[in-house]
Structures are given as structure tokens and as C-alpha cells.
């Protein structure tokens, strides 16, 4: 929300929560007839009615300056028109916000229920107005078919026991760190290919990861994998409905991913909390602490818990994030689209901003002298919120100061040294030589977990390899200094002895790539090392080696990768090409100057001639 406009500051409309508070008059009506009031002070257990009852004894002790009347429900005689009153005491209004935010503001401090739903009916008005909002404007995702609003998923669930919950499974896995857009053709592509969580169960790792390459966070598809067998040998092929079981028992499920599968596809009332939900909460309770702190973060998952749906609770969870991902937006938030503003504390600290600033000084004495005798008690202080000195400038006044960010450390630079090896060689006395080259399978754990690579001298290798030479302070590695390590690695690591003879023919600087994880920016330094003759790796000297294999230019087309290395492989096809092209233009003008020498011309007049 970058602006308040003139016609934002009047009192707002009440839209969807206008529509909620006539559903909860008319459900207290329906009670109300039913008991007949034979007892008035009779206290009833429903959750609605012990919190009106709590605002009705809260609005009497403020008698000496009352806003409106708050009639009681005590009497049989109880109009429309005093019901309405009373109700709309309960339904949330921006107006009140507002008037808390500029206590807020007055004090300098709050209390620690700023950040929380205290009312009942508040929670059940905000479900209200998010499920109605969600139910039209939901975006049809392949994963959420017609399960949004529960149509025929008793029957579906039935028919295929746990189907649902593998489809959110894969969806909410695949959507972590990956945007909905990206995430959509892969996994279209991986239900078509495993549409059952037994088929990705009997799957072959290799095939897995070469369906997700390019996703990144490549240990996701290997912990589904590891998922799947445990599923189906300690599990029947079903996940579980406890999201405690799910986060304790399956690999990579962690409490946010449990929460979706058991609300979204069990309908058990599990709260979750991801970024956009974090977004969300914190802007509707002005929840102003480092994002990163434990505390806060437990701060969200608590709020989540106190207003998660108990009837619709996977609709709930999905609206809230819907809700983040399309109008709670990091940028320029659609608030003016919002179906909960009236709920938004973030929202109405803009508007208190807004009036302070036009309003002139006596008019702000006289406001805060309104407040001295409606001091809350400031005994139970916030201390999880940061300073407003700390908020980006360029956020200050706006929505978007929540949830504060904490400070974001830039990703480190690390540098590798990548040895592409190829070796030429016939397969059999008639056929053409064909290209192969060698991959090298990466650690189980790690960055890139399990991946297949070319030979790779990591940062720490190539900073060892230069103190053995004597170098103490760190500096930017050369192509001489890589090219060694690369042998020590292929002769030492690989077992490769060969590589120092005389079978190797060529060796060439390709240059570098870049590649940027979430937190390194990592360059690779390409060396295309061509070998001719009977080279193998059969008989490498150390048992130990990692493991190893050959690909034809053909198989490593489509060979599952990680993207980093792709990058230095699109760089060898492009030096090759460029070699070929510069080759053929030699060619060409040797058979041009031929041509001419053989016609007796002058060379020269048969260019221009062409």
C-alpha cells in the first residue's frame, strides 16, 4: 500500500464482515427462540456467547463515556435493530484499529495481546469473510482439483486411500523455495510419470532426480523418494493423517509440510505457518519482531492455531496463503482488494499515520487527552516487537513494514575448478570414434546430495592445494594452479593414474560460469581436457574412489545434472561450435584462394567479383 486516499479515511464499509454479523444475528436469534430467555443470567457454554457476554461487561465498565449502546440479550423482547447494535460490538471494525493504533503510537509501547485474536467472534468473522472470499477467487492449481471446497473427496479418498494426501505431499515439497508458476509443468510431469505414491516407490533414484532437474534443492526429490519406500513398507502406501506422526516419520516432512497434508487432505484441523503466512499474520496483528527470532516464530504459529477452521480447515490454510501469494503481497499489497481489512492492525496504523499527519497540533492534545482515562494496562508489555528506527525507510508508514525483515546476509563466493573429461574412442574397428565423457557421483550429503558432476576441485581443495604451495593469503585462483589440482584430484581422489601420460591430447581454458545458490554465489572454471586411446577407469587404485561413469554426448543430453554444471557443459558446446565455425571459415578461404590461383586471376578481383 503505497497511499491513503481522502475517500480511505471515512469510516469503511463493512463488506463481508457486515454479511458475517448478520449470519451470527440470525444463529443467536434462532437460539435465543429456542431457550424461550426462561433464564437470564444463566450462563451459556457456546464460544459466541461467553465472548458477547465478556464485551457486554467490558462496555459497562466503560459507562462514563460510552460510544454506543450495548443492549443486553436478556430479554425476550430483544428487537432486530438491538441485536444488530449489539453484534456489531463483536464484528471487528477498522475504526476501533485505528483508534488502538494511535494509543499505540501515544504510548510508545503495547501489550502483548496487540498481536493476538482475543475475541472468538473476530476469529469467526475473519474465517468467514477469507473462506468466502477464497471460494471465489482460488486459483485452479492441478494439485487442488475440485478438493477446495470438499466436493466428492469423501468419495475420491475412499476409492484411492492416501491419493489426495500424495498429491499434496508432492505439491507443497515442490513448492518450497519455488515459485507456483515453476513449480506447475514439474509437477504435472512427475504425476504423470509416478501418479501413485507405490509407482514413485519402485522408481529409480537416478530417474527421479532427472525429472527435477532444474527445480534445484535437489535433496527434496531424493527425501520424497526415501518417503515413498517408508510409506509403503511401514505405512500400507498411506501417509499419515497425524501431522505429528507425519513430521516425526517421513523424510523432509518438516511441521509446516504435516500441517498441509493432514488439513488439505485429512480436513484435521492442523494450523501451518510458510512465508506468506507469516506475511499475513504479521500485518494483521502488527507483529513487528525479527521474523527469524524462535520466539516470534512460535509468536505465528499460535495465532495460526487460535484461528484455523475446525469444519474446513485445509480451505482455511489455503486461503490464508492464497491470500499472501495474491493480494498480501511483499510489494505493493492490493489492500484496497482485501477481504480482512477490516482486521488489518498494519492497515490501521497506516490511516492513524495519515490523520496525525494532517491533523494540527491541538487537535492531537486533544486526542490524547481523550485517551488518559481508557489507559489499557501496560503491565504485560510487548518485548518481541524491534524499533520502528529499524524498519527500511523506504517502508516506514506502509503496510509493508511487516513482517520486519531480518538483515539478509549476502551469499558468500566460493570458486571450483570443473575438468570436463573426454575421451575419443571406437567402440568397435568400423564405426566412427564417439565422444564420452566422465561423471563423478557427489557425497550422500551435502549441497547437491547424490548428483552426478564432472570432475570438481571444491574451494576448500584448491585453498590447501595453494598453501602446499606456499601461498598464505587467500587469492583468486589461476588457470595453472586449477589445472594442477585437477590432476591431483583425477590421479589422487579418482584413481585416474593415466591422466598424466601421454594419452592426454589436449587441455583448454574455457573460461567461467556462474551459479547462484540461495546462499553462495558459486563460479566455475571451466578446463575441457580431451584424452585419445584405450582409457579407462575399470581399474582405478583406490577402492574408495567415488563412484564413476562414462556418458556418450547423447546420453548427457538428458542426463539428470544439477543446473551449475549444465552451465559449464553449454559452455563446452559453445566453444565447439565456435571452433567449427572458425574452422570452416579457414577452409573456406583456402579453397577460395585455390579457386582463384587455378583461374589465373587476380585474388583480389575475385572477391570483389563475389
Known amino acids: 500500500m503505497g497511499s491513503i486516499t481522502t475517500m480511505e479515511l471515512g469510516r469503511p464499509t463493512r463488506k463481508a464482515a457486515t454479511k458475517a454479523a448478520l449470519a451470527i444475528r440470525n444463529e443467536a436469534l434462532e437460539e435465543i427462540t429456542e431457550s424461550n430467555v426462561k433464564k437470564e443470567s444463566s450462563k451459556d457454554n457456546n464460544g459466541d456467547k461467553e465472548a458477547f457476554s465478556i464485551i457486554m461487561a467490558s462496555a459497562k465498565t466503560k459507562a462514563a463515556k460510552p460510544k454506543r449502546k450495548t443492549p ?14 449489539a453484534y456489531s460490538a463483536l464484528v471487528p471494525d477498522l475504526e476501533d484499529l485505528v483508534v488502538q493504533a494511535s494509543r499505540v503510537r501515544m504510548d510508545g509501547c503495547h501489550r502483548e495481546n496487540y498481536h493476538r485474536f482475543t475475541s472468538k467472534v473476530a476469529c469467526r468473522t475473519f474465517q468467514s469473510d477469507i473462506l468466502a472470499w477464497y471460494d471465489i477467487h482460488y486459483r485452479r492449481l492441478p494439485w487442488r482439483k475440485s478438493f477446495h471446497v470438499g466436493d466428492h473427496s469423501l468419495e475420491l479418498e475412499q476409492a484411492n486411500p492416501g491419493q489426495r494426501a500424495y498429491e499434496v505431499w508432492v505439491s507443497e515439497i515442490m513448492c518450497q523455495q519455488t515459485q507456483v508458476a515453476t513449480v506447475i509443468p514439474y509437477y504435472n510431469r512427475w504425476m504423470s510419470k509416478w501418479p501413485t505414491i507405490a509407482a514413485l516407490a519402485e522408481a529409480d533414484l537416478e530417474e527421479v532426480n532427472k525429472v527435477w532437474t532444474g527445480l534445484g534443492y535437489y535433496s527434496r526429490a531424493s527425501r520424497l523418494y526415501q518417503g515413498a519406500q517408508k510409506v509403503m513398507k511401514e505405512f500400507n502406501g498411506v501417509l499419515p493423517s497425524d501431522p505429528a506422526v507425519l513430521e516425526k516419520e517421513i ?41 527469524k527470532s524462535p520466539k516470534v516464530i512460535d509468536l505465528h504459529w499460535q495465532v495460526a492455531k487460535e484461528l484455523v477452521h475446525k469444519e474446513r480447515p485445509g480451505c482455511f490454510n489455503q486461503a490464508l496463503m492464497e491470500l499472501g501469494a495474491t493480494v498480501c503481497t511483499p510489494q505493493n499489497p492490493k489492500c484496497g482488494e482485501c477481504p480482512v481489512q477490516s482486521n488489518c492492525r498494519a492497515y490501521a496504523e497506516v490511516v492513524d499515520k495519515h490523520r496525525n499527519n494532517v491533523e494540527n497540533l491541538g487537535a492531537s492534545k486533544k486526542r490524547k487527552t481523550e485517551f488518559d482515562d481508557e489507559r489499557e494496562d501496560l503491565s504485560s508489555i510487548c518485548t518481541l516487537c524491534l524499533p520502528n528506527s529499524d524498519v527500511d525507510p523506504k517502508d516506514q508508514g ?43 557421483k557427489r557425497p550422500e550429503k551435502g549441497l547437491l546430495a547424490g548428483m552426478w558432476e564432472f570432475p570438481t576441485v571444491e574451494q576448500d581443495q584448491l585453498d590447501r592445494d595453494k598453501q602446499g604451495n606456499g601461498s598464505k593469503e587467500y587469492t583468486p585462483s589461476t588457470y595453472k594452479e586449477r589445472s594442477a589440482s585437477s590432476i ?23 573460461g567461467s560460469v556462474q551459479h547462484l545458490f540461495s546462499h553462495i554465489k558459486k563460479v566455475y572454471h571451466v578446463e575441457w581436457v580431451v584424452a585419445k586411446g584405450p582409457v579407462t577407469t575399470e581399474k582405478r587404485s583406490k577402492k574408495s574412489s567415488p563412484e564413476v561413469m562414462w556418458l556418450s554426448e547423447h546420453e548427457l543430453a538428458s542426463a539428470a545434472i544439477p543446473t551449475g554444471i549444465n552451465k559449464t557443459y553449454q559452455l563446452l558446446l559453445k566453444f565447439k561450435a565456435q571452433g567449427q565455425d572458425s574452422k570452416a571459415k579457414k577452409d573456406s578461404v583456402a579453397k577460395n584462394k585455390r579457386v582463384a590461383k587455378k583461374e589465373g586471376g587476380d585474388i583480389s578481383k575475385f572477391f570483389m567479383s563475389k
Open 251 to 291: 523424510p523432509g516432512v518438516g511441521r509446516y509440510t504435516a500441517g498441509a497434508i493432514a488439513s488439505h487432505a485429512y480436513n484435521v484441523p492442523a494450523e501451518l505457518v510458510d512465508g506468506n503466512v507469516i506475511r499475513v499474520l504479521s500485518r494483521l496483528r502488527a507483529i513487528g519482531g525479527d521474523v
Open 488 to 510: 591431483k584430484f583425477m590421479t589422487d581422489t579418482l584413481g585416474l593414474d593415466w591422466v598424466t601420460d601421454a594419452s592426454v591430447a589436449s587441455r583448454n581454458d574455457l
Open 398 to 440: 506502509l503496510v509493508t513494514q511487516y513482517p520486519r525483515k531480518a538483515v539478509k546476509k549476502a551469499p558468500r563466493d566460493e570458486e571450483c575448478a570443473v575438468a570436463i573429461l573426454e575421451r575419443i574412442r571406437k567402440l568397435d574397428g568400423d564405426s566412427d570414434p564417439v565422444s564420452e565423457y566422465l561423471l563423478v
Open 72 to 85: 443486553s440479550l436478556g430479554s425476550s423482547h430483544t428487537s432486530d435493530a438491538n441485536l444488530d447494535l
